[in-house]
T-cell receptor, first 113, second 116 residues
Framework: NAGVTQTPKFQVLKTGQSMTLQCAQDMNHEYMSWYRQDPGMGLRLIHYSVGAGITDQGEVPNGYNVSRSTTEDFPLRLLSAAPSQTSVYFC????????????FGNGTRLTVT | AQSVAQPEDQVNVAEGNPLTVKCTYS??????LFWYVQYPNRGLQFLLKYITGDNLVKGSYGFEAEFNKSQTSFHLKKPSALVSDSALYFCAVRDPWYSSASKIIFGSGTRLSIRP
């Protein structure tokens, strides 16, 4: 039972480079989301999705793009990385419209130099 | 818009003493409330939730939380702290009445430190 799988675990980018953080879940969850964790700022919601083909912005969406072509996958794209995007990124999923808790991936530590 | 606040960056408690980690929320309807814990260099784990019913909910590792609608609070508690409880704790809120697919918002986190 894999749960929520995030890749890569670590990544170093130079300013202006682009990359995609991958997230996959095998629990048939409709709701998927991306958070970033920064010291003193807690977990801030970047984007979320309630099903294939449906995405919406969270609290801090600028600089990030998402798409949801399948139920299983929810990639997060950084089009032009900036040092302010240095953070730990978590993907999480759950059922939509229920009281089920989020299932988290193990995180991706991203450094932008 | 929904929001959640954790007013304390850090809580320090002696082992064996009771602990409280505070959380207040703002939603348009009746909230779904959650507590998560993050141990050092690990992911986030679900502790407990309040959906409806009894205002005192029990969760993992001996933790419990008290829902207070009039004060819009959902404080995490434990009668007797252990050193192993030292971790980062997050409160989260979901407003199921705002839409059928409401987002889940987290607080800024509280670092709990238990001294032997």
């Amino acid at each position: 039972n894999a749960g929520v799988t995030q890749t890569p675990k670590f990544q170093v980018l130079k300013t202006g480079q682009s990359m995609t953080l991958q997230c996959a879940q095998d629990m048939n969850h409709e709701y998927m989301s991306w958070y970033r964790q920064d010291p003193g700022m807690g977990l801030r919601l970047i984007h979320y999705s309630v099903g294939a083909g449906i995405t919406d912005q969270g609290e801090v969406p600028n600089g990030y793009n998402v798409s949801r072509s399948t139920t299983e996958d929810f990639p997060l794209r950084l089009l032009s990385a900036a040092p302010s995007q240095t953070s730990v990124y978590f993907c999480a999923s759950t059922q939509t419209g229920t009281d089920s808790p989020l299932h988290f991936g193990n995180g991706t530590r991203l450094t932008v130099t | 818009a929904q929001s959640v606040a954790q007013p304390e960056d850090q809580v320090n408690v002696a082992e064996g003493n009771p602990l409280t980690v505070k959380c207040t929320y703002s939603v348009s309807g009746n909230p779904y409330l959650f507590w998560y814990v993050q141990y050092p260099n690990r992911g986030l784990q679900f502790l407990l939730k309040y959906i409806t019913g009894d205002n005192l909910v029990k969760g993992s590792y001996g933790f419990e939380a008290e829902f207070n609608k009039s004060q819009t609070s959902f404080h995490l508690k434990k009668p007797s702290a252990l050193v192993s409880d030292s971790a980062l704790y997050f409160c989260a809120v979901r407003d199921p009445w705002y839409s059928s697919a409401s987002k889940i918002i987290f607080g800024s986190g509280t670092r709990l430190s238990i001294r032997p």
